[in-house]
Nanobody, 117 residues
C-alpha cells in the first residue's frame, strides 16, 4: 500500500504562486506515475499534471506554462509549483499515485487552493 500526504494549499491573490507537496510512503517502489488532480465546487475531478517514474511530464492545457510538476526521489515527494494563479484554479487539489502492474490508484486527502480575484 501507499500513503500520500499533501500540504501547501492556501489562499493567494490572482497572479500569485503556491507550491504543493505530496509525500509518499509505504510500497513506493511500485509507483508507476504520480500526478495532481483538482476538483472545483460543482465540477468533476480533473487531471492537472502527471510525472512518470521515468520523469516524463504532461499537463492539461489550462495550466501548461504556469504549473510545473517535479519530484525529489530522496524525499519521496512530488511537488506542484503553481504560478500566475487564476480564480479558476480554485479547487481542492489531490495527489494521485498509480501503483503496480494493475495500475491501482492511491489518493491523498486533498488540499484546498483558493485564488482571490
Amino acid at each position: 500500500q501507499v500513503q500520500l500526504v499533501e500540504s501547501g494549499g492556501g489562499l493567494v491573490q490572482a497572479g500569485g504562486s503556491l507550491r504543493l507537496s505530496c509525500a509518499a510512503s509505504g510500497d513506493i517502489f511500485r509507483i508507476v506515475a504520480m500526478g495532481w488532480y483538482r476538483q472545483a465546487p460543482g465540477k468533476q475531478r480533473e487531471l492537472v499534471t502527471t510525472i512518470t517514474s521515468g520523469g516524463s511530464t504532461s499537463y492539461t492545457d489550462s495550466v501548461r506554462g504556469r504549473f510545473a510538476i517535479s519530484r525529489d526521489n530522496a524525499k519521496n515527494t512530488v511537488y506542484l509549483q503553481m504560478n500566475s494563479l487564476k480564480a479558476e484554479d480554485t479547487a481542492v487539489y489531490y495527489c494521485n499515485a498509480i501503483w503496480g502492474p494493475l495500475k491501482y490508484d492511491y489518493w491523498g486527502q486533498g488540499t484546498q487552493v483558493t485564488v482571490s480575484s
